[in-house]
């Protein structure tokens, strides 16, 4: 488990270095904000380091709201983390501006040689929103231009790299137009934004979307707190797939039944089992703000359990 004494923490994402060990990056915010519903515009992107995904160890953030005026000035979102061929570590993470008020997502890339230390690439977002297939501020009913939680991952037969993004289509009825967004690369650094894997199907927004292989079944694991048709079956949704880059069909989600946590993701333990870490939000009706000890997870014929 990680809890901060003076911080909020929520949404997360995981790798391992060439020693073993298990970095864990976060949102955190102050709990001295007292509203936890302000976190979301205090956000920082925490760092955590452990040898067994029980016991972490807080180190220095790896990343803050840039000096402003910038694209990413007021928060920096949730993300994801690879290492490139050359061994240099990327961080994608989600940037909002005080210029937008917050309202306007965007995706960018801060670089590592260590994990420890990250520096921004460039002064400009790598990916945004392209209104030929996804919904800008403005142009639909919802209250921001969802552009985020960029899931990035090596395409299976060896052609570049794929971004998934939580995002919504431009058509649709308003509250059910969240899709799966696509960008695609062949160097890590320059993105070219597709249609949405996914068609809308009631959903919001699908959130933190991760894909993985548990047990030789790929799945595509995504999260929404929004209402939607089957709401009542769970916020946890697990897609089974012929491989990552699917296709994948939102009517085949099959709910992962407890714990109860948001955004988990899907981490593989150093004996190659997976396991679900994710953010505790609430207990008693209080916002709760830490992550999860590891739960070990199988797939079945019922789905992810």
């Not at 707190?225 to 012929?242: K, M, Q, V, Y």
């Amino acid at each position: 488990m990680l809890r901060l004494p003076d911080h909020w923490v929520w949404d997360s994402w995981y790798t391992r270095d060439d020693e073993g060990r298990h970095h864990a990056f976060f949102l955190n915010a102050p709990r001295a904000l007292l509203d936890p519903d302000r976190r979301h515009r205090g956000a920082r992107i925490g760092h955590a380091v452990s040898d067994d995904l029980y016991t972490w160890r807080p180190v220095a953030d790896a990343l803050a709201a840039a000096a402003e005026p910038a694209w990413d000035d007021l928060a920096t979102w949730t993300g994801s983390v690879v290492r490139a061929p050359d061994g240099r570590w990327h961080l994608y993470y989600t940037g909002v501006s005080r210029a937008d008020d917050g309202l306007v997502q965007r995706i960018g890339l801060a670089v590592s040689d260590d994990l420890h230390t990250w520096h921004r690439h460039g002064d400009k977002p790598l990916v945004e929103a392209d209104p030929a297939w996804y919904e800008r501020l403005g142009a639909g009913t919802w209250y921001e231009e969802a552009w985020r939680d960029p899931w990035v991952f090596p395409d299976p037969a060896g052609e570049g790299w794929h971004m998934l993004i939580t995002a919504r289509a431009n058509h649709g009825p308003a509250a059910g137009r969240g899709v799966v967004g696509h960008a695609r690369s062949t160097d890590l650094l320059h993105w070219t934004v597709g249609p949405p894997l996914t068609a809308p199907a009631g959903f919001g927004h699908l959130e933190v979307p991760q894909v993985a292989v548990v047990d030789g079944q790929p799945l595509l694991l995504f999260c929404t707190n929004t209402p939607h048709p089957r709401a009542d079956e769970g916020r946890l949704w697990a897609i089974p797939g012929p491989s990552t880059t699917g296709p994948w069909d939102p009517a085949a989600a099959i709910p992962v039944p407890g714990p109860d946590l948001y955004a988990p993701r899907l981490v593989r333990a150093a004996d190659g089992t997976w396991r679900l870490i994710g953010f505790v939000d609430e207990r008693d009706g209080e916002f709760v703000g830490e992550l999860s000890d590891p739960v070990p997870v199988h797939w079945t014929p019922e789905g992810l359990r």
